[in-house]
Antibody, heavy 121, light 108 residues
Framework: QVQLVQSGAEVKKPGASVKVSCKVSGYTLTELSMHWVRQALGKGLEWMGGFDPEDGETIYAQKFRGRVTMTEDTSTDTAYMELSSLRSEDTAMYYC??????????????WGQGTLVTVSS | IVLTQSPGTLSLSPGERATLSCRASQSVSSTYLTWYQQKPGQAPRLLIYGSSSRATGIPDRFSGSGSGTDFTLTISRLEPEDFAVYYCHHYGSSPRYTFGQGTKLEIK
Protein backbone atom coordinates (compact mmCIF):
# COMPACT_ATOMS: atom_id res chain seq x y z
CA GLN A 1 0.00 0.00 0.00
CA VAL A 2 1.38 3.36 -1.06
CA GLN A 3 1.25 6.25 1.39
CA LEU A 4 1.94 9.82 0.38
CA VAL A 5 2.60 12.42 3.08
CA GLN A 6 2.87 16.03 2.02
CA SER A 7 4.54 19.00 3.65
CA GLY A 8 2.60 21.55 5.64
CA ALA A 9 0.67 24.65 4.63
CA GLU A 10 2.53 27.60 3.15
CA VAL A 11 1.82 31.32 2.97
CA LYS A 12 3.70 33.20 0.27
CA LYS A 13 3.75 36.71 -1.13
CA PRO A 14 3.00 37.42 -4.79
CA GLY A 15 6.08 36.88 -6.94
CA ALA A 16 7.64 34.37 -4.56
CA SER A 17 8.14 30.64 -5.10
CA VAL A 18 6.85 27.67 -3.15
CA LYS A 19 8.21 24.15 -2.95
CA VAL A 20 5.90 21.38 -1.77
CA SER A 21 7.17 17.93 -0.86
CA CYS A 22 5.53 14.50 -1.02
CA LYS A 23 7.14 11.66 0.92
CA VAL A 24 6.46 8.13 -0.33
CA SER A 25 6.25 5.04 1.83
CA GLY A 26 5.23 1.49 1.05
CA TYR A 27 6.95 1.66 -2.33
CA THR A 28 10.04 3.36 -3.65
CA LEU A 29 9.68 6.48 -5.72
CA THR A 30 11.38 4.79 -8.67
CA GLU A 31 8.48 2.30 -8.82
CA LEU A 32 5.91 5.08 -9.14
CA SER A 33 4.87 7.78 -11.58
CA MET A 34 4.25 10.87 -9.47
CA HIS A 35 1.94 13.68 -10.53
CA TRP A 36 0.62 16.91 -9.07
CA VAL A 37 -2.97 18.12 -9.13
CA ARG A 38 -4.24 21.35 -7.66
CA GLN A 39 -7.64 22.56 -6.52
CA ALA A 40 -8.57 26.15 -5.88
CA LEU A 41 -10.91 26.51 -2.92
CA GLY A 42 -14.40 25.45 -3.91
CA LYS A 43 -13.28 24.62 -7.45
CA GLY A 44 -12.47 21.52 -9.47
CA LEU A 45 -9.33 19.46 -9.97
CA GLU A 46 -6.57 20.70 -12.27
CA TRP A 47 -3.69 18.52 -13.45
CA MET A 48 -0.33 20.29 -13.32
CA GLY A 49 2.14 17.69 -14.52
CA GLY A 50 4.06 14.55 -13.66
CA PHE A 51 6.09 11.63 -14.91
CA ASP A 52 4.49 10.13 -17.95
CA PRO A 53 5.45 6.46 -18.52
CA GLU A 54 4.62 6.68 -22.21
CA ASP A 55 6.99 9.59 -22.78
CA GLY A 56 9.49 8.43 -20.18
CA GLU A 57 9.85 11.94 -18.85
CA THR A 58 8.15 14.58 -16.73
CA ILE A 59 5.53 16.52 -18.62
CA TYR A 60 3.75 19.70 -17.61
CA ALA A 61 0.34 21.12 -18.39
CA GLN A 62 0.70 23.96 -20.87
CA LYS A 63 -0.73 26.42 -18.36
CA PHE A 64 2.16 25.87 -15.97
CA ARG A 65 5.11 25.44 -18.33
CA GLY A 66 7.95 27.74 -17.44
CA ARG A 67 6.63 28.27 -13.93
CA VAL A 68 6.59 24.78 -12.44
CA THR A 69 9.38 22.29 -11.79
CA MET A 70 8.82 18.76 -10.54
CA THR A 71 11.76 16.85 -9.14
CA GLU A 72 12.45 13.69 -7.21
CA ASP A 73 14.98 12.65 -4.59
CA THR A 74 15.16 8.89 -4.86
CA SER A 75 17.49 8.64 -1.87
CA THR A 76 14.67 9.80 0.39
CA ASP A 77 11.69 8.74 -1.78
CA THR A 78 10.47 12.31 -1.81
CA ALA A 79 8.94 14.19 -4.74
CA TYR A 80 8.88 17.96 -5.00
CA MET A 81 6.78 20.50 -6.87
CA GLU A 82 8.09 24.04 -7.10
CA LEU A 83 5.88 26.81 -8.46
CA SER A 84 7.40 30.22 -9.11
CA SER A 85 6.12 33.75 -9.77
CA LEU A 86 3.18 33.11 -7.50
CA ARG A 87 0.02 35.14 -7.89
CA SER A 88 -3.22 35.21 -5.92
CA GLU A 89 -4.84 32.80 -8.38
CA ASP A 90 -2.34 30.15 -7.29
CA THR A 91 -3.97 29.98 -3.87
CA ALA A 92 -5.11 26.35 -3.79
CA MET A 93 -4.73 22.91 -2.30
CA TYR A 94 -1.93 21.04 -4.02
CA TYR A 95 -2.04 17.25 -4.15
CA CYS A 96 0.56 14.71 -5.16
CA UNK A 97 -0.89 11.57 -6.71
CA UNK A 98 0.57 8.42 -8.22
CA UNK A 99 -0.45 6.72 -11.42
CA UNK A 100 -1.88 3.22 -11.22
CA UNK A 101 0.45 0.38 -10.43
CA UNK A 102 -0.32 -1.41 -13.70
CA UNK A 103 1.58 1.31 -15.50
CA UNK A 104 -0.79 1.43 -18.45
CA UNK A 105 -4.23 2.53 -17.28
CA UNK A 106 -3.22 6.09 -16.38
CA UNK A 107 -5.50 6.80 -13.45
CA UNK A 108 -4.48 8.40 -10.16
CA UNK A 109 -4.51 5.56 -7.67
CA UNK A 110 -3.02 7.08 -4.50
CA TRP A 111 -3.24 10.66 -3.28
CA GLY A 112 -1.44 12.73 -0.69
CA GLN A 113 -3.44 14.60 1.93
CA GLY A 114 -2.90 17.93 0.21
CA THR A 115 -0.88 21.06 0.96
CA LEU A 116 -2.63 24.40 1.16
CA VAL A 117 -0.68 27.21 -0.48
CA THR A 118 -1.96 30.71 0.18
CA VAL A 119 -0.64 33.62 -1.87
CA SER A 120 -1.31 36.93 -0.19
CA SER A 121 0.41 40.25 0.21
CA ILE B 1 -10.51 17.07 -25.09
CA VAL B 2 -12.98 18.71 -22.73
CA LEU B 3 -15.00 16.66 -20.24
CA THR B 4 -18.37 18.13 -19.33
CA GLN B 5 -20.20 16.72 -16.34
CA SER B 6 -23.90 17.02 -15.70
CA PRO B 7 -25.77 17.97 -13.75
CA GLY B 8 -23.68 20.44 -11.81
CA THR B 9 -25.61 19.62 -8.67
CA LEU B 10 -27.86 16.62 -8.05
CA SER B 11 -30.23 16.63 -5.08
CA LEU B 12 -31.46 13.21 -4.02
CA SER B 13 -32.50 11.33 -0.89
CA PRO B 14 -30.82 8.30 0.67
CA GLY B 15 -32.07 5.12 -0.97
CA GLU B 16 -32.60 6.78 -4.35
CA ARG B 17 -30.65 6.05 -7.52
CA ALA B 18 -28.11 8.57 -8.77
CA THR B 19 -27.04 8.91 -12.39
CA LEU B 20 -24.10 11.20 -13.15
CA SER B 21 -22.99 12.01 -16.68
CA CYS B 22 -19.59 12.78 -18.19
CA ARG B 23 -19.51 13.82 -21.83
CA ALA B 24 -16.30 14.16 -23.84
CA SER B 25 -15.90 16.74 -26.60
CA GLN B 26 -14.68 13.97 -28.89
CA SER B 27 -14.59 10.20 -28.76
CA VAL B 28 -12.22 8.86 -26.10
CA SER B 29 -11.01 5.45 -25.07
CA SER B 30 -13.06 3.92 -22.27
CA THR B 31 -9.86 2.27 -21.02
CA TYR B 32 -8.71 5.64 -19.75
CA LEU B 33 -11.96 6.98 -18.27
CA THR B 34 -11.91 7.21 -14.48
CA TRP B 35 -14.25 8.42 -11.74
CA TYR B 36 -13.23 9.89 -8.37
CA GLN B 37 -15.18 10.80 -5.27
CA GLN B 38 -14.20 13.75 -3.09
CA LYS B 39 -15.64 14.58 0.30
CA PRO B 40 -15.13 17.96 2.00
CA GLY B 41 -11.65 18.36 3.43
CA GLN B 42 -10.41 15.14 1.86
CA ALA B 43 -8.30 14.19 -1.13
CA PRO B 44 -10.07 12.59 -4.09
CA ARG B 45 -10.62 8.84 -3.87
CA LEU B 46 -10.48 6.45 -6.82
CA LEU B 47 -13.89 4.88 -7.54
CA ILE B 48 -14.01 3.50 -11.07
CA TYR B 49 -11.27 2.98 -13.64
CA GLY B 50 -11.40 1.71 -17.18
CA SER B 51 -14.90 3.15 -17.38
CA SER B 52 -16.49 0.27 -15.48
CA SER B 53 -14.05 -1.44 -13.10
CA ARG B 54 -14.51 -0.74 -9.41
CA ALA B 55 -11.42 0.10 -7.41
CA THR B 56 -10.50 -1.99 -4.40
CA GLY B 57 -12.96 -1.59 -1.54
CA ILE B 58 -15.61 0.27 -3.54
CA PRO B 59 -19.13 -1.07 -2.83
CA ASP B 60 -21.01 -2.70 -5.69
CA ARG B 61 -23.74 -0.04 -5.56
CA PHE B 62 -21.27 2.04 -7.61
CA SER B 63 -21.10 1.19 -11.29
CA GLY B 64 -19.68 2.85 -14.38
CA SER B 65 -20.59 2.50 -18.03
CA GLY B 66 -20.27 4.18 -21.37
CA SER B 67 -18.18 4.49 -24.47
CA GLY B 68 -17.23 7.00 -27.13
CA THR B 69 -18.27 10.39 -25.81
CA ASP B 70 -20.82 9.46 -23.14
CA PHE B 71 -20.01 7.93 -19.78
CA THR B 72 -22.15 7.38 -16.70
CA LEU B 73 -21.56 6.79 -13.02
CA THR B 74 -24.52 5.16 -11.31
CA ILE B 75 -25.07 4.76 -7.59
CA SER B 76 -27.90 2.26 -7.24
CA ARG B 77 -29.10 3.09 -3.71
CA LEU B 78 -27.65 6.14 -2.09
CA GLU B 79 -26.13 5.81 1.35
CA PRO B 80 -25.52 8.89 3.55
CA GLU B 81 -21.76 8.61 2.97
CA ASP B 82 -22.19 8.85 -0.81
CA PHE B 83 -23.05 12.54 -0.77
CA ALA B 84 -19.91 14.17 -2.16
CA VAL B 85 -18.46 15.65 -5.33
CA TYR B 86 -17.71 13.30 -8.21
CA TYR B 87 -15.17 13.93 -10.96
CA CYS B 88 -14.56 12.11 -14.20
CA HIS B 89 -11.07 12.04 -15.64
CA HIS B 90 -9.45 11.00 -18.88
CA TYR B 91 -5.95 10.24 -20.07
CA GLY B 92 -5.43 11.19 -23.67
CA SER B 93 -3.22 13.09 -26.05
CA SER B 94 -3.86 16.75 -25.50
CA PRO B 95 -4.10 17.69 -22.78
CA ARG B 96 -2.66 14.52 -21.39
CA TYR B 97 -4.77 14.39 -18.21
CA THR B 98 -8.18 16.07 -18.09
CA PHE B 99 -10.77 16.36 -15.35
CA GLY B 100 -14.44 17.20 -15.64
CA GLN B 101 -15.67 20.12 -13.58
CA GLY B 102 -17.43 17.86 -11.09
CA THR B 103 -20.97 16.98 -10.02
CA LYS B 104 -22.01 17.74 -6.47
CA LEU B 105 -24.35 15.11 -5.07
CA GLU B 106 -26.27 16.64 -2.18
CA ILE B 107 -28.92 15.42 0.21
CA LYS B 108 -32.41 16.55 -0.72
Amino acid sequence: QVQLVQSGAEVKKPGASVKVSCKVSGYTLTELSMHWVRQALGKGLEWMGGFDPEDGETIYAQKFRGRVTMTEDTSTDTAYMELSSLRSEDTAMYYCATLDSTGYLYYFEYWGQGTLVTVSS
Amino acid sequence: IVLTQSPGTLSLSPGERATLSCRASQSVSSTYLTWYQQKPGQAPRLLIYGSSSRATGIPDRFSGSGSGTDFTLTISRLEPEDFAVYYCHHYGSSPRYTFGQGTKLEIK
